[in-house]
């Protein structure tokens, strides 16, 4: 079935920028409904680039609700700690269990896994089935007409819909015509990452435990991913450089560079990153708060609305439910009053993510303190570590359908 548009009932033309993760689960959410979008992705394949991405309850919960439990589960690892580390002596500084004693899933109601990105994209796009998936298509252009937009593709197709939901990520083409200007950011932070086979780390304790080495300006994140927890996926990040001047995300770096932010680290840390050849600094960008998410007929969700440093691990997974939430709300009858809808959708999505968005700003300078903070200083951040569960559990414990339910305005728990 296809959403039907106000008085003339006539199908409502869902577009949807963006096969990445939040475009995919759109779609599939729009079917668990019995509804359908088509989805424009610029890339010619679905191939995800390396690396991975952490799956915490928020999002494994819908996903499960999908119906991809079982195979999700049988490309991912349950870490059996989340740990927090002196990055230089190795000492445990905090420890809150995960999968043991299903200490997470008895708490959160679903489970916390590592993936790989190229399997949660098999995962979806596998029970998306190419259906309404267009590949080969970059947006290059939108205009409101009337009631309608209309699409512009770099390989001159032309569409139009009743509805355009960006997913098409930080450098969003929909968010630049919502928001008329440019409104990403680099953090002043750069990142190395890579996905080791485990048989390289023989240093390494605690190996299929999600754990953070902290130091001054540096930390180094890493958890197990497969139905083996055979590899374990690393994000080592270093504040600066200051600027970054490359177009792209990627920078080449010199032979050795990325290891300069840590030296004197524990070894299982310079291990972890000599493990493979580094050749590329990514930079970390975000998107500023927008004051508008949508304008015309044309929405945001994901990384385009509120990309953010990626310290809770909760980009990928505030985008799966921003996924859902849409579909809620289309389903629920936004198709007849479009603009009541998106006005719904802002309301129920921006206070959290914005929220979330500040909090990984604040944990960056947790990660990374200066040993000019003192004793005390480490001692508090010592303490916030050890409260994290109490302090971060509202993230986790969040259930999108309830609160579209409930017409609740997302979480605004101050971090
Ligand atoms: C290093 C790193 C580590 C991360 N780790 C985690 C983690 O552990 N947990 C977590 O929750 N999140 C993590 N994230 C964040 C997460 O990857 C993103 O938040 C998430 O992928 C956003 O999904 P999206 O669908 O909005 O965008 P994307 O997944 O980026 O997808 C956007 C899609 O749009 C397509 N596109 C772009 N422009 C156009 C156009 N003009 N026309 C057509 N198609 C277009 C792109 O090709 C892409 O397929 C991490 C991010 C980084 C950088």
């Not at 951040?381 to 609740?408: K, N, Q, S």
């Amino acid at each position: 079935m296809t959403p039907t548009s106000s008085a003339s009932a006539k199908p409502l033309r869902v577009a949807v920028i963006g096969g990445g993760i939040g475009g995919l689960t759109l779609g599939l959410a729009l079917r668990a409904h019995g509804l359908r979008a088509t989805i424009y992705e610029q890339a010619a394949e679905l191939a995800e680039i390396g690396a991975a991405v952490a799956l915490s309850a928020n999002a494994t919960r819908e996903l499960d609700r999908l119906g991809l439990g079982p195979a999700l589960a049988a490309v991912s690892t349950e870490p059996t700690e989340l740990i927090y580390r002196d990055g230089r002596s190795g000492a445990r500084i905090a420890a809150h269990p995960v999968r043991k004693g299903g200490a997470y899933r008895a708490r959160f109601g679903a489970p916390y896994y590592g993936v790989h990105r190229a399997d949660l994209q098999k995962v979806l796009s596998g029970a998306l089935a190419g259906e309404d998936l267009h590949l080969g298509h970059r947006l290059t252009a939108l205009d409101q007409r009337g009631d309608a937009m209309a699409l512009t593709f770099a390989n001159g197709a032309e569409v139009e819909a009743d509805l355009v939901i960006g997913g098409d990520g930080v450098r969003s083409e929909v968010r630049r015509w919502i928001t008329g200007g440019e409104t990403v950011r680099y953090s002043g932070t750069s990142a190395f990452r890579g996905v080791v086979p485990m048989g390289l780390l023989p240093s390494l304790p605690d190996p299929e435990a999600i754990q953070f080495w902290m130091g001054p300006d540096a930390h180094l994140l890493h958890y197990a991913i497969g139905r083996q927890a055979d590899s374990v996926n690393f994000f080592a990040v270093v504040e600066g450089p200051e600027r970054w001047t490359s177009e792209r995300w990627l920078a080449g770096i010199a032979p050795g560079e990325h290891r300069a932010g840590f030296s004197g680290w524990h070894p299982a840390v310079i291990e972890m990153l000599d493990a493979l050849p580094q050749t590329q600094r990514w930079g970390l960008f975000v998107t500023d708060p927008l004051r508008r998410w949508h304008r015309g007929r044309a929405v945001l969700m994901g990384d385009s609305a509120h990309a953010m440093l990626p310290h809770h691990g909760q980009g990928a997974n505030t985008t799966i439910e921003d996924a859902v939430t849409l579909a809620e709300l289309l389903a629920a009858g936004g198709a007849r009053d479009l603009d009541g809808m998106m006005r719904r959708y802002q309301a129920l999505r921006q206070t959290r993510t914005r929220t979330i968005q500040r909090s990984a700003w604040a944990t960056n300078r947790l990660l990374h303190l200066p040993d000019a903070v003192g004793p005390s200083g480490l001692a508090q951040r010592d303490a916030r570590m050890a409260r994290f569960p109490e302090d971060f559990g509202w993230i986790h414990a969040f259930d999108t359908r309830v609160t579209v339910l409930e017409g609740a305005a997302g979480d605004s728990r101050a971090a």
